[in-house]
């Protein structure tokens, strides 16, 4: 590079567009000319809904760039944020940002609204009103004046929301006086829609201005909360995010300390930018990422300063540290997902859910309820698989699971049913015995024999879709040891099943007269379920209150056909029968508004 070249002044370059685009081949294809020979680099992200742009280079040359994409009618209105800097001086940070190459990718998803392969996306169009920088400014100017009018700007109506996460908000974010900024401290967004389920109620019948850096992340987290319905509509977006804010309000305006960016620029600070956050170590001020310290156990970026760091030493985040003081598991990483793939979840043992019980979070009642798990699951699967519904329940309810009694051998084909099919296709071999946890039934072949963990079975046949109908064996025993857990860990308030399980938990309901005083449920919640054994009972004869979950027709849940839970679901006496259809699978959903109508079914039993 000559000395002329260098001084050529450089920039960094962002925009989103949502937007159906009618040709991904070409617009992949025009990406890929515009930037190579622009000499652009960065990110591009492509999806059938739009494009999500983050490129670095000559400011002559992005300038050039905005050109060409402007006169594509598709990129109409496009707010295009460009902003003069030095070059990417510092390799590893250039990198790790994706500024050292140009990196042209077709998404499913321009911003990662849930790391869960089945929550879809909130439709765009739903999005909260976008408010210019300028508007923005003269809400929350105005919000300190307007405590007393009660109109719909009143403070006390009015909540700033940050849909960034927390190693952003750290180092800074809105404040103005007498208004309640929520900070919701994630780590990633696709944490986001969590949250907000969580504090649906800090967000109900409120006028809710959300922001972010640069506007994508509102526009599907506003339209997820208006989603929501009454109560929900007024939401209000910073259009531009904090980028286009600090260009009207240099001074920073409302806006307290640097804005987190994701270029080699780390943040963009206003020309009177305070140190709002410390040192993870010293609590001296401190807001300089560019030595990427990084917590070990969830690799969030923390600030450590100058002198406290030292090489080679472990990190811990806030977040981490708080959850260790509780006595929870470490949470997955920021490239684990962590609801979907629990690989650190701890092996659930009874005694442990015992210990929380004793101890317990507070003196509130909390439902406690027995979840058996489905076909080839174990306790410990099952509650990874149901962590962000316990999670979600966690103020009215605890979640205590058990191992099935029957033991299954393993078997190397992709696992008949319950298994987790997509996520173990990879595995064509035996896997490694150390990593295989021991697999359970409730039900299993009439013909069964006990398997045990040293043995391998291969699998004897093409898959068979119907297997879980013959498993009609190994009732009996399940019943006995399910009244010595109930007689060792409970009493239960409500027995939970997922698919196998669920088999096996309407089961107990319909001998619930058989089995008065050795267990008694006040309610079922079935999921995924299906009809093991009850040839001898009437439709609407059980007489239990029942929550039934599964997919919606048209084989969203490929394991257990629509029909089959909803006919288990007949099973159970009308009035006092719940059922909720959902667009996902073979999960259990905990989104919105499947996990209303589930706190709703069990708020009859607190
Ligand atoms: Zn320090
Ligand atoms: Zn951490």
């Known amino acids: 590079m000559s000395d002329l070249e260098r001084a050529e002044p450089y920039g960094v370059l962002l925009y989103y567009k949502y937007a159906s685009v009618p040709d991904l081949d070409e617009l992949v294809s025009f990406y890929e000319r515009s930037c190579n020979s622009l000499g652009l680099l960065g990110r591009v992200r492509l999806a059938a809904h739009g494009v999500n742009v983050t490129v670095g280079g000559k400011l002559s040359a992005l300038?050039?760039?905005?050109?060409?994409?402007?006169?594509?009618?598709?990129?109409?209105?496009?707010?295009?944020?460009l902003a003069s800097c030095d070059q990417p001086l510092n390799d590893k940070v250039a990198k790790e940002c994706g500024f050292t190459s140009l990196s042209i990718r077709v998404v499913e998803e321009l911003v990662t609204f849930s790391s869960h392969p089945l929550v879809r996306s909130p439709d765009i169009s739903f999005a909260g009103r976008h408010l210019s920088a300028l508007e923005f400014h003269s809400v929350l100017q105005s919000a300190g004046k307007l405590l007393d009018e009660g109109s719909p700007t009143s403070s006390e109506r009015l909540v700033l929301l940050d849909a960034r996460n927390l190693y952003e908000t750290r180092i800074g974010k809105f404040h103005t006086p007498g208004l309640e900024t929520l900070d919701p401290q994630i780590r990633q967004y696709s944490d986001l829609h969590d949250w907000i389920d969580?504090?649906?109620?800090r967000l109900q019948g409120k006028c809710i201005l959300m922001y972010c850096t640069g506007g994508i992340r509102c526009e599907m987290a506003s339209a997820y909360i208006k989603g929501k319905g009454s109560g929900f509509e007024n939401v209000y977006q910073l259009y531009g995010g904090i980028q286009r804010y600090l260009e009207q309000f240099p001074d920073g305006g409302f806006f307290k300390g640097k804005n987190f960016v994701f270029d080699h620029r780390i943040s963009v600070g206003s020309s009177n930018a305070n140190v709002i956050s410390t040192c993870l170590l010293c609590s001296c001020p401190f807001d300089d990422y560019s030595t990427r310290c990084r917590c070990a156990s969830c690799r969030m970026l923390v600030l450590v300063c100058d002198s406290c760091r030292v090489e080679g030493s472990i990190y811990t985040c806030e977040l981490c540290q708080k959850h260790s003081k509780c006595g929870l598991s470490t949470p997955a990483t920021e490239n684990c997902k962590s609801e979907v793939l629990p690989r650190e979840i701890k092996l659930s043992t009874l005694s442990s859910e015992r210990q929380e019980k004793i101890t317990g979070f507070g003196a509130s009642r909390k439902l406690r309820i027995l979840c058996l798990h489905g076909f080839r699951q174990n306790a410990s699967s099952f509650k990874g698989r149901t962590a962000s519904l316990a999670k979600k329940l966690r103020n009215i309810a605890e979640l205590v699971f058990v191992d099935a009694p029957h033991e299954l051998c393993f078997i190397f084909q992709p696992p008949v049913i319950d298994g987790h099919s997509e996520l173990s296709t990879e595995h064509r071999g035996p896997p490694p015995k150390e990593k295989c946890k021991k697999k359970f039934a409730w039900l299993v072949p009439p013909d069964f024999t006990a398997g045990s963990e040293a043995d391998w079975k291969e699998a004897d046949g093409p898959f068979d879709p119907l297997q879980y109908q013959q498993q009609t064996g190994g009732f009996d025993s399940s019943l006995a040891y399910l009244k010595s857990m109930?007689?060792?860990?409970?009493?239960?308030?409500?027995?939970?099943?997922?698919s196998q399980g669920a088999a096996m938990a309407a089961l107990v309901c319909a001998h619930k007269d058989k089995l008065k005083g050795e267990m008694n449920f006040r309610f079922a919640i079935l999921c995924s379920g299906f009809t093991l054994n009850l040839?001898?009972?009437?439709?609407g004869s059980i007489n239990c209150p029942s929550l039934h979950i599964f997919?919606?027709?048209?084989?969203?849940?490929?394991?257990?056909?629509?029909?089959?839970?909803?006919?288990?679901?007949?099973?159970?006496?009308?009035?006092?029968?719940?059922?909720?259809?959902?667009?996902?699978?073979?999960i259990i959903p905990t989104r919105s508004p499947y996990i209303d109508e589930i706190k709703n079914f069990l708020q009859q039993f607190l």
Request: no cysteine; aromatic share 10%; glycine share 10%.
């Open 63 to 81: 300038e050039e760039h905005i050109d060409v994409v402007k006169s594509n009618a598709l990129f109409e209105g496009t707010d295009f944020k």
């Open 535 to 539: 040839a001898e009972f009437e439709h």
């Open 551 to 586: 997919g919606r027709d048209h084989g969203r849940d490929r394991q257990i056909p629509n029909k089959a839970s909803a006919d288990l679901s007949e099973y159970f006496e009308n009035g006092s029968r719940v059922v909720i259809q959902h667009d996902s699978g073979h």
């Open 486 to 498: 109930y007689l060792q860990e409970g009493p239960f308030d409500g027995i939970l099943g997922f």
């Open 198 to 201: 969580d504090n649906s109620e």
